[in-house]
């Protein structure tokens, strides 16, 4: 895995390349201080993925960097600024680091990395979701989709192991790609794959709480959805 790294401050560099020491498939390909010098860096190195500070001085950040490439390498976001998380992920980073960033949460970090490098550089096969965004296109197995969750004009899609995806279209097309076995609509605004559930608690009345092999939080659903699931898992067994 080809890393570059961009932080302003040199210290953080230098903490950052003793962590990565303990990672043998990390080689790290350039640093750069600023967002001009990691411009060129990228350009020139090609990474695989950019651990990026977002205050870089001068009046720029990580998020101008990350608008200035046409093609952009996958993203880690390392700060000492938690208020920047939303930001982060609606650049679709694949993972937010606090400073001093620990060992267990950037080997965390870089396994997400892989996962998502190894997505990317899949070729399509006839077995294959193509997962389009503005910034880049993911290409999975529908087995590797966990749930779907309408989100206004877009559908948020939470593949095993990865931070959702947004893609603009409905779930109305995702029921017609995605196979009918697996695959069940719960209502309007709720998809799921029922060969990951594992469990299914109800702390009230009115709500649901769906444990699903693959995602981190249960997914939460309404009364009309858990009745339809009843129906759905009395018709399978």
Do not use: W
């Amino acid at each position: 895995m080809r890393v570059l790294i961009v932080d302003d401050e040199p210290l953080a560099r230098s903490a950052l390349r003793r962590l990565l020491a303990a990672h043998p498939e990390v080689e790290i390909v350039g640093e750069a201080d600023s967002t001009e010098a990691a411009r060129h860096q990228v350009a020139s190195t090609q990474p695989d993925l950019v651990l990026l500070d977002i205050e870089l001085g001068g009046g720029r950040d990580g998020f101008d960097l990350l608008d200035s490439l046409e093609r952009r390498p996958i993203v880690v976001f390392v700060t000492a600024y938690a208020e920047h998380a939303v930001d982060a992920f609606a650049v679709e980073a694949v993972d937010f680091l606090l400073k001093p960033v620990e060992p267990a949460r950037l080997e965390r970090a870089l396994a997400r990395a892989a996962r998502e490098i190894a997505l990317q550089a899949r070729p399509p096969g006839p077995e294959s979701i193509e997962l389009r965004t503005p910034r880049r296109t993911l290409l999975v197995a529908p087995a590797e989709i966990v749930a779907l969750c309408a989100d206004g004009d877009f559908v948020r899609v939470f593949v095993a192991g990865q931070p959702p995806v947004m893609i603009l279209r409905t779930l109305a097309h995702f029921e017609e790609v995605l196979p009918s076995g697996s695959f069940v609509r719960l209502g309007r605004s709720v998809m799921i794959n029922r060969d990951r559930l594992r469990r299914v608690d109800a702390p009230t009345r009115s709500t649901s709480r769906l444990v699903l092999e693959g995602m981190t939080d249960p997914l939460v659903i309404g009364r009309a959805a858990a009745a339809r699931l009843r129906e759905v898992l009395a018709e399978k067994g």
